[in-house]
Each structure stands twice: as structure tokens, then as C-alpha cells.
């Protein structure tokens, strides 16, 4: 079974699941009711990190409903769905069919969970800080503390002794459209030039990220902490003077940028920072404003009219294999993919599929960190900005609430009411 990248896959069936035919017994096989066999052309040493994933699930042929399915999958594990209303909310109650001697990670020792949908950061900081009525028991997966409330909450003992603060597999850089900014000397230019500490504070601060150096994050297998070859821990603000001499010796002196940014505060905020940062070192600064509902669309076309965009991608598992190649990949130069810089160089395609072959997970891990890091130096296709982290509260009544590291949210397997 081939590994599909880009939109290569859609090829294996044309058809789809339910029209197409079933993929041959040589690809996938499932010689009894309890067993799937995969059939892969090459090793595929991480193969048990991508079936491991929330997501992977067989599900037989009678109980597949379709475009329906979301509303009442096959529960196999500790709790059900109870009730489900898209963009609204759902509650999961206790499975009484899962039985816990099969599970040795998961408990059911909350009787339902009662999900909603669409809270702003703003409002789930205070009614979680606050602590008051039902939020005593309640909890979040992914909103952080409101950058502009974390000073209020880090005076308040309370509070923080119901906290955690980790650091996520998500790493924020500023892409740099390849297409447009041609000349590796002006995008060296820029990355040295790029403000990451003063911009990471428009976040949150320490407490938001911790200033990036290269294009992965310290979750990952074979991180290196001292790669930092643009020198942004030393430089927070920027080297103003290293940009400048690059900018003069590729004869590109007040070298015009198109910086897009999402319409929301911290955003609009952050734009001021890097312009400031950027005229400083000798460019020209257009910024572009867009609407944060159609950010990703926007910035995801090819034929885009910006130069320099914010984006983030977080690892799917402690490997850069789910990094590198969906955002530094050539085959993933379309519009909607990850690829926001367009890079498209051969060595570097050349160097995914030798690393993508090796069978060893450990040198694996090891060759997709080093391959990150040439891609930086050689093509500099993004600036590093910041790893980002998870600041966040809960309420009083709960125990047992921790954080799931590859995912870099909370995790509920193990959380109680007191």
C-alpha cells in the first residue's frame, strides 16, 4: 500500500469509498474478523504512530451510515454519544458495552461529558478564572488564557494552582511566498530581520510560546535546542544591521514586502510590530489586512498577492515525517495545502523519499530533523517565531486533569469530579 501524498491518494479510489471498489486483497486484507492486514510498498516505520491516531477506527459495512455517522459512530471505546448538534454541541455518556479489562488507558469515571462549541478565549478565561456554579466542574481542551488577561490570572494563586502550562507540537512561523521573494539573500534578509520575541508577546509572551529557531518544535524526536541560525533568542527584535548588509549585497536596498495579516486585535497588533522591525532593516512594508474567517483560504492560494503570511502547523505524532514533507514537500504545492511558502526544490523532494524509505524509526526521526534543518538554511523558506505553548485553567471540582503531549491539548481520560 503506496503512501499517498498531495492528492495522489483520491487515484487509489477513483470512486470513492462506497461507489468504487474495494482495494485489492494485495493492499489490504482482512483474512478474518478480527484482523486488518496492510500491504505497504516500502517500510513505513511510523505506520503504528498513524493508526494510533483518534481518527483510525474500522468500522464494519453495516454500521457505516455515511454522510450520517458523525451523529452516532460506533462507540468502542469508555462513552457514546448521547446527543450531537453541529456547531452547537454534544454529550457523551458511559459506553456500557466497553469493558475496561480491553483499555488500560481510559476510565469512565465521570458519568457524561456535556461539550459546547464556538467559546471565545475571552469568555472561557473568566468564567473558568472566575470558578463559580457549574464551571467549578468544568474544563477545556484547547483555549488558552486571553493574552489579554494572563498578568490578571498569574496574580491569582488560586487560580493557577488549577493550571498547567505546556508546550504544544505547534510551531508558528511566517511563510515566505517563494514565488515572489526570489532571491534567497532577501529572505535571508527578512528571517534575520523578523522580530519573533516582540512578536510572540502580541500572544501572550512566555507564557503563549517560547521564541522558535527552527522550523520544529522541542516535542518532537531528535529536536536540537541550540539550532538558531537566524539568531533569534539572541535578537528578539531583529537584526536590523545583518538584514541591511544582506539587502545591500543582493542589491535589493528598500526591497517592498506584502505583509497579510487576520483583521483580529492581536493580530492587527502584531502587524505594527513586524512593519516597525522591517523598515528598520530596510524594507519597504505594504501590510494587507484579511478576514480571519477566510484567513487560511486565502493565504493558501498559489496565486496569492502576499509576500510574507503567519501560519502554523503542529505535528501529528513526535515526528517531523508529518511536518517536513505536507509543508516543505514540492508534490504539495496546490492551493488549500499546508505548503505556504510553495517550495518546490528538487534536492530537497529527493532528500523526502531516501528519508521516507528508511525503516529504522530512530534514524528516521533523526534524518527528517536534519533535513528540517537544511531546508532552513539553504532555502529559508519561512521565519521561525514561536513554539507554542498551552496556558490554561480548570475548575476546582475536577482532578485528575493533565495535558496529552502529542496532541498538545488536555487530556480527559483520566479526569474526575471531586
Given at each position: 500500500?503506496?503512501?499517498?501524498e498531495?492528492q495522489?491518494?483520491?487515484?487509489?479510489?477513483?470512486?470513492?469509498?462506497?461507489?468504487?471498489?474495494?482495494?485489492?486483497?494485495?493492499?489490504?486484507?482482512?483474512?478474518?474478523?478480527?484482523?486488518?492486514?496492510?500491504?505497504?510498498?516500502?517500510p513505513?516505520?511510523?505506520?503504528?504512530?498513524?493508526v494510533?491516531?483518534?481518527?483510525?477506527?474500522?468500522?464494519?459495512?453495516?454500521?457505516?451510515?455515511k454522510?450520517?455517522?458523525?451523529?452516532?459512530?460506533?462507540?468502542?471505546?469508555?462513552?457514546?454519544?448521547?446527543?450531537?448538534?453541529?456547531?452547537?454541541?454534544?454529550?457523551?455518556?458511559?459506553?456500557d458495552?466497553?469493558?475496561?479489562?480491553?483499555?488500560?488507558?481510559?476510565?469512565?469515571?465521570?458519568?457524561k461529558?456535556?461539550?459546547?462549541?464556538?467559546?471565545?478565549?475571552?469568555?472561557?478565561?473568566?468564567?473558568?478564572?472566575a470558578?463559580?456554579?457549574?464551571?467549578?466542574?468544568?474544563?477545556?481542551f484547547?483555549?488558552?488564557?486571553?493574552?489579554?488577561?494572563?498578568?490578571?490570572?498569574?496574580?491569582?494563586k488560586?487560580?493557577?494552582?488549577?493550571?498547567?502550562?505546556?508546550?504544544?507540537?505547534?510551531?508558528?512561523?511566517?511563510?515566505?511566498?517563494?514565488?515572489?521573494?526570489?532571491?534567497?539573500?532577501?529572505?535571508?534578509a527578512?528571517?534575520?530581520?523578523?522580530?519573533?520575541?516582540?512578536y510572540?508577546?502580541?500572544?501572550g509572551?512566555?507564557?503563549?510560546?517560547?521564541?522558535?529557531?527552527?522550523?520544529v518544535?522541542?516535542t518532537?524526536?531528535?529536536?536540537?535546542?541550540?539550532?538558531?541560525p537566524?539568531?533569534?533568542?539572541?535578537?528578539?527584535?531583529g537584526?536590523?544591521?545583518k538584514?541591511?548588509?544582506?539587502?545591500?549585497e543582493a542589491?535589493?536596498?528598500?526591497?517592498?514586502?506584502?505583509?497579510?495579516?487576520?483583521?483580529?486585535?492581536?493580530?492587527?497588533?502584531?502587524s505594527?510590530?513586524v512593519?516597525?522591525?522591517?523598515?528598520?532593516?530596510?524594507?519597504?512594508?505594504?501590510?494587507?489586512?484579511?478576514?480571519?474567517?477566510?484567513?487560511?483560504?486565502?493565504?493558501?492560494?498559489?496565486?496569492?498577492?502576499?509576500?510574507?503570511?503567519?501560519s502554523?502547523?503542529?505535528?501529528?505524532?513526535?515526528?517531523?515525517s508529518?511536518?517536513?514533507?505536507?509543508?516543505?514537500?514540492?508534490?504539495?504545492?496546490?492551493?488549500d495545502?499546508?505548503n505556504?511558502?510553495?517550495?518546490?526544490?528538487?534536492?530537497?523532494?529527493?532528500?523526502?523519499?531516501?528519508?521516507t524509505?528508511?525503516s529504522?524509526?530512530?534514524?528516521?526521526?533523526?534524518?527528517?530533523?536534519?533535513?528540517?534543518?537544511?531546508?532552513?538554511?539553504?532555502?529559508?523558506?519561512?521565519?521561525?517565531?514561536?513554539?507554542?505553548?498551552?496556558?490554561?485553567l480548570?475548575?476546582?471540582?475536577?482532578g485528575?486533569?493533565?495535558?496529552?503531549?502529542?496532541?498538545?491539548?488536555?487530556?480527559?481520560?483520566?479526569?474526575f469530579v471531586?
Open positions: 500500500m503506496a503512501l499517498r498531495g495522489k491518494y483520491r487515484k487509489a479510489l477513483p470512486d470513492g469509498p462506497y461507489k468504487g471498489k474495494h482495494l485489492p486483497k494485495s493492499v489490504l486484507d482482512t483474512p478474518d474478523d478480527k484482523t486488518i492486514v496492510f500491504h505497504f510498498d516500502q513505513r516505520a511510523e505506520v503504528p504512530f498513524a494510533a491516531m483518534p481518527n483510525i477506527g474500522a468500522v464494519p459495512p453495516g454500521k457505516d451510515t454522510e450520517k455517522y458523525d451523529k452516532a459512530p460506533l462507540a468502542s471505546g469508555p462513552y457514546k454519544i448521547q446527543n450531537f448538534k453541529p456547531g452547537k454541541g454534544i454529550q457523551f455518556v458511559k459506553n458495552q466497553w469493558d475496561p479489562k480491553t483499555d488500560s488507558i481510559r476510565h469512565q469515571y465521570v458519568d461529558f456535556d461539550v459546547s462549541f464556538g467559546h471565545q478565549w475571552v469568555d472561557s478565561t473568566r468564567r473558568l478564572q470558578d463559580k456554579g457549574a464551571d467549578r466542574n468544568a474544563m477545556t484547547t483555549n488558552a488564557v486571553d493574552p489579554s488577561q494572563i498578568s490578571t490570572v498569574l496574580k491569582d488560586e487560580a493557577m494552582s488549577r493550571s498547567l502550562t505546556k508546550t504544544q507540537p505547534y510551531v508558528d512561523v511566517v511563510s515566505i511566498n517563494t514565488d515572489r521573494v526570489k532571491d534567497k539573500k532577501v529572505r535571508e527578512i528571517a534575520w530581520a523578523f522580530p519573533s520575541g516582540q510572540l508577546q502580541q500572544f509572551g512566555p507564557k503563549a510560546g517560547e521564541i522558535g529557531g527552527g522550523l518544535g522541542p518532537l524526536k531528535g529536536y536540537d535546542p541550540s539550532f538558531d537566524f539568531q533569534k533568542k539572541k535578537y528578539p527584535g537584526n536590523a544591521k538584514a541591511r548588509e544582506l539587502l545591500k542589491g535589493k536596498e528598500n526591497y517592498e514586502l506584502v505583509y497579510a495579516y487576520g483583521n483580529g486585535d492581536t493580530h492587527q497588533d502584531a505594527v510590530v512593519e516597525q522591525a522591517l523598515e528598520r532593516a530596510g524594507f519597504k512594508v505594504q501590510k494587507k489586512e484579511i478576514d480571519q474567517s477566510t484567513y487560511y483560504t486565502q493565504i493558501g492560494k498559489v496565486k496569492n498577492k502576499y509576500d510574507l503570511y503567519r502554523s502547523w503542529g505535528a501529528d505524532w513526535p515526528s517531523a508529518t511536518v517536513v514533507p505536507p509543508v516543505y514537500g514540492g508534490e504539495n504545492v496546490y492551493d495545502s499546508a505556504y511558502s510553495h517550495l518546490n526544490v528538487p534536492s530537497v523532494n529527493d532528500e523526502i523519499s531516501k528519508v524509505k528508511v529504522d524509526l530512530s534514524r528516521a526521526t533523526s534524518e527528517w530533523i536534519k533535513l528540517s534543518e537544511k531546508i532552513l538554511t539553504d532555502d529559508v523558506p519561512a521565519v521561525p517565531t514561536f513554539y507554542n505553548r498551552l496556558f490554561t480548570w475548575g476546582s471540582g475536577l485528575g486533569v493533565k495535558f496529552n503531549s502529542v496532541y498538545g491539548a488536555v487530556d480527559p481520560t483520566a479526569v471531586k
